[in-house]
């Protein structure tokens, strides 16, 4: 679930549901009117749980929602893709981490899938987090990404965490000091003008 960066719309994607067949992916608050819900289900997106989502800058108006990780099951109603399968080579019917992420212009619709990207196996140290894990953003658009379960299900060490920027994409960064245990379903904010998170 993700804000929209003029404030107007809340988006809510994937997750678990009690109804595969009628649900959609895609759920946008309208917060600027009445509060009215639009769903749509965007094409080639894969319904996931554990994924996260955060908002990205691309020069137009309304912007882009990166969507990170996530596991694609039947408890999601998801099946694990084309293009993943080639990478992981798993069957579609099985349970599948989905270590990509999927770029999607706002605002919501049926066409609204930009890109799909595998993410960089080192991200997050010896381990890649692929659900569950904390993110958020800063005010300059820097996206962090930190614990979370790997696809064996291991939790994953915050020693190193993902970063993503605009003009350098995802790279690793090395923490240092007292290093918290690993977690799964953590939070994690940017302080809006202190260099902390």
């Known amino acids: ?6 404030g ?3 988006v809510a994607i994937g997750g678990m549901t009690s109804s595969c067949s ?4 895609v759920h946008t608050l309208d917060l600027a009117g009445n509060g009215t819900w639009e769903k749509v289900s965007p094409s080639g997106v894969i319904r996931r749980r554990g994924a996260q989502m955060a908002w990205v800058d691309n020069g137009s108006t309304d912007g882009e929602m990166m969507l990170v990780g996530g596991i694609a099951d039947t408890f999601s109603c998801g099946k694990c893709s084309l293009f993943l399968r080639k990478f992981l080579t798993v069957p579609a019917s099985s349970t599948s ?3 990509a992420t999927d770029i999607l212009s706002l605002p919501m619709s049926s066409s609204s899938l930009v890109s799909t990207r ?3 196996t080192f991200l997050t140290g010896s381990e890649l987090a692929v659900s569950d894990f904390a993110m958020t953003s800063d005010p300059n658009g820097t996206i962090y990404l930190a614990g979370g379960q790997a696809a064996n ?6 020693a190193t965490i ?3 920027t605009k003009t350098a994409g995802w ?3 090395v923490t240092t000091g007292d290093i918290p245990a690993a977690r799964i379903g953590a939070s994690l904010e940017a302080h809006p003008s202190l260099d902390i998170l």
């Open 97 to 99: 981490s989905y270590p």
């Open 1 to 6: 679930m993700s804000l929209t960066n003029d």
């Open 171 to 173: 790279i690793s960064q």
């Open 22 to 25: 009628s649900d959609g992916l």
């Open 162 to 164: 993902g970063m993503w």
């Open 8 to 10: 107007s719309s809340i």
């Open 118 to 120: 595998i993410l960089p």
């Open 153 to 158: 299900g291991d939790m994953v060490s915050l």
